[in-house]
């Protein structure tokens, strides 16, 4: 079972704001360690999107960020475009079962 | 640049063995830590476990006990076995490759393979 708990649906207009929350506890976020986040376009296999809590990899538009804080962290798209629909997954790690993966969440323009 | 590909049976028969084999092309088996993860409807992602070349490994506790990861240098290959199969192991099944792209920070997975439909079916 997915340890990191995300809205099942997140939806917009173009040119609109939407963030996708990702919650954790004190044994995986909570605890410190990075959150990564993935993008996926079923039924390709998922991409890297961001790193280590915000960092975006080439290709990933500046009008996306992320941050962590406590034992969440979140993910923001601004400007909101076609091309950003999928399905979006947080991923980070647990002391007590390892690598964790959010429960997903699909963006809709 | 890196390649990954899964291959196997797409049928396994309950109480028996998945057999899966990841062929990792455009880098060195041994420069890295290879994982596996699996995608069904229901739990969505998860995480098997992860595998070197010289055998360190650590799996999901979900898990534990039935699977086994393995490297052949050789062959440039992952496999994954995973024993007792049921309905429930139904699922995508994805190897990839554990990268940091920070010192320090903890590994993500990049890039992934296109990943293999195994059902779980008598």
């Known amino acids: 079972q997915s340890v990191l708990t995300q809205p099942p649906a997140v939806s917009g207009a173009p040119g609109q704001r939407v963030t996708i929350s990702c919650a954790g506890n004190i044994s995986n976020i909570g605890a410190g360690y990075d959150v990564h986040w993935y993008k996926q376009l079923p039924p390709t296999a998922p991409q890297i999107f961001i790193y280590v809590n915000n960092h975006r990899p080439s290709g990933v538009p500046d009008r996306v960020s992320a941050s962590k804080s406590g034992t969440s962290a979140s993910l923001a798209i601004s400007g909101l475009q076609v091309e950003d629909e999928g399905d979006y997954y947080c991923?980070?790690?647990?002391?007590?079962?390892?690598?964790?993966f959010g429960t997903g969440t699909t963006v809709t323009v | 640049q890196v390649h990954l590909q899964e291959s196997g049976p797409g049928l396994v028969k309950p109480s028996e063995t998945l057999s899966l084999t990841c062929h990792v092309s455009g880098v060195s088996i041994t420069s890295h830590y290879w994982t596996w993860i699996r995608q069904t409807p229901g739990k969505g992602l998860e995480w098997i476990g992860y595998?070197?070349?010289?055998?360190?490994?650590k799996y999901n506790p979900s898990v534990r006990g039935r699977v086994t990861l393995s490297v052949d240098t050789s062959k440039s290959e992952v496999s994954l076995k995973l024993n007792s199969v049921t309905t429930a192991d139904t699922a995508v099944y994805y190897c990839?490759?554990?990268?940091?792209?920070?010192?320090?920070?903890?590994?993500?997975?990049?890039?992934w393979g296109p990943g293999i439909l195994v059902t779980v079916s008598s």
């Open positions: 595998i070197y070349y010289s055998g360190t490994s």
């Open positions: 990839a490759r554990e990268t940091s792209a920070i010192t320090g920070s903890m590994v993500y997975f990049e890039p």
């Open positions: 991923q980070s790690y647990d002391s007590l079962s390892g690598y964790v």
